[in-house]
C-alpha cells in the first residue's frame, strides 16, 4: 500500500471534514469577536499569555546567538552615518541642555505660582521584545516586563526616545503593546510650531497617518509631532515623530524600524511600582552601562523621567 | 504506484519500535509547535521577516503533510494559529485559519499532483501562492482597507527560500529518531517479541 492511501485509509473518513468545517467556522468566529473587541476573548489571552510567555521567553534567549549577527551586520552597515548625525546631534543637544535647565527651574516657579496640579511622574524601564506579531493586520510586540515591575495597561513605550505604541495587556511576567502602525491605534497629537492638532492613525503602513487635521493647519515637511495629552492616554509632549507628505496625505515618519525593536522603554507611572522593587539596585543602572543579563530580567532603569512631563 | 522503498517512506520503517510509533504520531506536532515558536522570534529583523517567520508552520505543514498525509490533524493546526494569534497580541483566528487552509490545501493537491521533486515543488508553490492571497485577503477585509499585497508576497518567496532549511530540520529530527530507535529497540524484536 502507497503512503498516501496509507494515510487516507487508516483514518476515519468523516472526521477531517467535520473537523475541517467546525474549525473554518471556529476561525471566523474567533476574526468577528476579535475585530469587535469582544471582552470575552481577553481571559483566553491572559490565561494562554500567563501559559507560554516563559516558553517564548526561553524560545528567544536561545536563539539569539543565533540572531545577533545578523541584526550586528544590519546595525554595521548604517553605522557610519548614524554616527554622524549622532555627532550633530549631540552637538546640538549640549546647547540644549543649558536651556533646558533654565526653562525647567522657570517652569516649577510659575508652576508653584499658579497651583498647577502636579502630573504624576514617570520612569522608564528597559526591557527585551519577546516576540513580535507575524503579519499586516496586527502589529504588536510582546515584551518582556509586567505587572510584577509595575507595568500598567496604557503606559508608553519609547524606543529611540520615540513613542511607538502602549501597553494594551499586561500579565505577570509580560506585556502586549500595540505599536502605532497598527490599525487599532488612534493618539491626539500636536504638530509643529504652530501645534496644530489632529489624531494619528494607524493603518497597517509603516507611516501612520494624521486625521482629523484643522483644514487651516500650515503644516511643513519634517515638522516635528508629539503627544498632545488629550485623552489621558499619553503624557504630552512625548516625541513621536516627523511630518511627511505621502501620495496626498499627510503621514508621520516613525523612527522605530522594526530592526531596532529588540530593547524598548516603558514609562511607567512611579504609582504604580510595586513596593517591595529594589530601587537602589534600579536607580544605580540608570546612569551606567547595563548588562544584556539585566535588560533581559527588566531591571534596568533607563533615563529617569522623574518630575513634571513637560 | 508505491513508494515504499523510497527514502521518504523510510519512516515508515522506524515506525515499527515504540519510540518510531510515539514519532510518527507526535514528532509533526513537536515540529508544528516549534515552528509556531520561532514564528514569533522576529524582534531586531527588517519588517519583512516577521511576514515570513508567521509562513513558519505552513512550511512544517506542508511538509508533514506531503509526506505523511493527515499526519497533523486539523484542529492541531488550528490550535496552533490561535496560539500564534494569542502570542502576537493579533486578532484571534487570523493565523488559525490560514494553518487550516494550509493544511486542507494540502490535503487536495497531496493526491493529484505527481509525486517527486517536481509534484512537491509544484504544492509547495501553489500552497504558499494560495496562503499570500488568503492572508492578503483577511488583512484588507480585516482593516477594511485595499492592502498592499507586495509585503506578502515578498514573505511567500522567502518562505519558499527557507523550505528547504525547514525540510531539513524536520528530517534531520526525524533520522535522529531513526538512528535512536535502531540502538534501543531492536525493530525485528518489536515485530515478533
Known amino acids: ?45 491572559t490565561v494562554v499569555h500567563a501559559w507560554s510567555a516563559p516558553l517564548v521567553e526561553r524560545v528567544a534567549k536561545a536563539i539569539d546567538p543565533v540572531r545577533r549577527p545578523f541584526a550586528n551586520l ?17 552637538h546640538r543637544l549640549r546647547g540644549l541642555t543649558v536651556r533646558l535647565d533654565e526653562l525647567e527651574r522657570d517652569n516649577r516657579d510659575l508652576g508653584r505660582l499658579l497651583r498647577v ?22 502589529q504588536a510586540i510582546v515584551i518582556g516586563i509586567g505587572r510584577t515591575r509595575g507595568i500598567a495597561v496604557g503606559d508608553p513605550v519609547m524606543s529611540n526616545d520615540a513613542v511607538i505604541g502602549r501597553v494594551v495587556q499586561v500579565n505577570d511576567t509580560s506585556a502586549s503593546v500595540v505599536r502605532l502602525v497598527d490599525a487599532r491605534s ?34 511643513v515637511d519634517g515638522d516635528t509631532v508629539i503627544t498632545s495629552g488629550v485623552g489621558g492616554l499619553f503624557p504630552r509632549g512625548l516625541a513621536i515623530g516627523r511630518v511627511a507628505k505621502v501620495e496626498g496625505v499627510w503621514r508621520v515618519d516613525l523612527p522605530d524600524a522594526p530592526e531596532s525593536l529588540r530593547v524598548v522603554a ?32 527588566g531591571q534596568v532603569s533607563g533615563r529617569s523621567l522623574s518630575g513634571p512631563v513637560p | 504506484m508505491t513508494n515504499e522503498h523510497s527514502l521518504l517512506n523510510s519512516d515508515y520503517m522506524a515506525d515499527q519500535t515504540w519510540v518510531g ?3 510518527s504520531n507526535i514528532g509533526p506536532t513537536v515540529t508544528l509547535a516549534l515552528t509556531c515558536l520561532l514564528a514569533l522570534q522576529s524582534a531586531g529583523s527588517a519588517a519583512f521577516a516577521a511576514m515570513t517567520a508567521g509562513l513558519l508552520p505552513t512550511l512544517a505543514l506542508h511538509y508533514w503533510g506531503v509526506r505523511r498525509p493527515r499526519s497533523i490533524p486539523v484542529l492541531v493546526a488550528f490550535l496552533a494559529g490561535v496560539w500564534v494569534d494569542v502570542l502576537a497580541h493579533g486578532p484571534l483566528g487570523f493565523w488559525a485559519l490560514t494553518y487550516v487552509a494550509t493544511a486542507l490545501t494540502v490535503d487536495a493537491l497531496t ?56 525540510a531539513l530540520v524536520c528530517a534531520a529530527m526525524s533520522a535522529m529518531v531513526r538512528l535512536w530507535t535502531g540502538r534501543r529497540v531492536p525493530r525485528k524484536r518489536w515485530i515478533s517479541p
Not at chain 1, 554622524?84 to 549631540?90: G, M, V, Y
Not at chain 2, 483577511?138 to 518562505?159: H, K
Request: with cysteine.
Open chain 1, 1 to 45: 500500500m502507497s503512503a498516501y492511501a496509507h494515510g487516507y485509509k487508516t483514518r476515519r473518513g468523516l472526521l477531517r471534514p467535520i473537523s475541517a468545517l467546525a474549525t473554518i467556522f471556529l476561525s471566523l468566529a474567533l476574526l468577528g469577536l476579535s475585530r469587535a473587541d469582544h471582552a470575552s476573548l481577553h481571559p483566553l489571552r
Open chain 1, 74 to 90: 544590519a546595525t554595521a552597515l548604517s553605522t557610519a552615518d548614524e554616527v554622524e548625525s549622532l555627532r550633530a546631534e549631540n
Open chain 1, 117 to 138: 496640579a502636579s502630573v504624576p511622574s514617570l520612569e522608564a524601564v528597559a526591557t527585551r521584545v519577546m516576540s513580535v506579531s507575524p503579519g499586516l493586520v496586527s
Open chain 1, 186 to 219: 488612534r493618539v491626539p497629537v500636536l504638530i509643529g510650531a504652530g501645534q496644530a492638532r489632529a489624531v494619528l492613525t494607524g493603518d497597517g503602513k509603516d507611516q501612520p497617518r494624521l486625521d482629523f487635521l484643522a483644514p487651516m493647519a500650515n503644516l
Open chain 1, 266 to 297: 516603558v514609562l511607567r507611572s512611579t504609582t504604580n511600582i510595586p513596593p517591595d522593587l529594589d530601587h537602589a539596585a534600579v536607580r544605580a543602572q540608570s546612569t551606567g552601562a547595563h548588562s544584556e543579563r539585566q535588560v533581559a530580567a
Open chain 2, 21 to 23: 510509533m510515539a514519532w
Open chain 2, 111 to 166: 493526491p493529484i499532483l505527481p509525486r517527486g521533486l517536481l509534484g512537491h515543488t509544484a504544492s509547495l508553490v501553489l500552497t504558499l501562492a494560495l496562503v499570500a492571497c488568503l492572508l492578503w485577503g483577511m488583512s484588507s477585509v480585516y482593516n477594511w482597507q485595499l492592502l498592499p499585497i507586495t509585503p506578502i508576497g515578498t514573505a511567500a518567496v522567502w518562505a519558499l527560500a527557507l523550505y528547504a532549511m525547514t
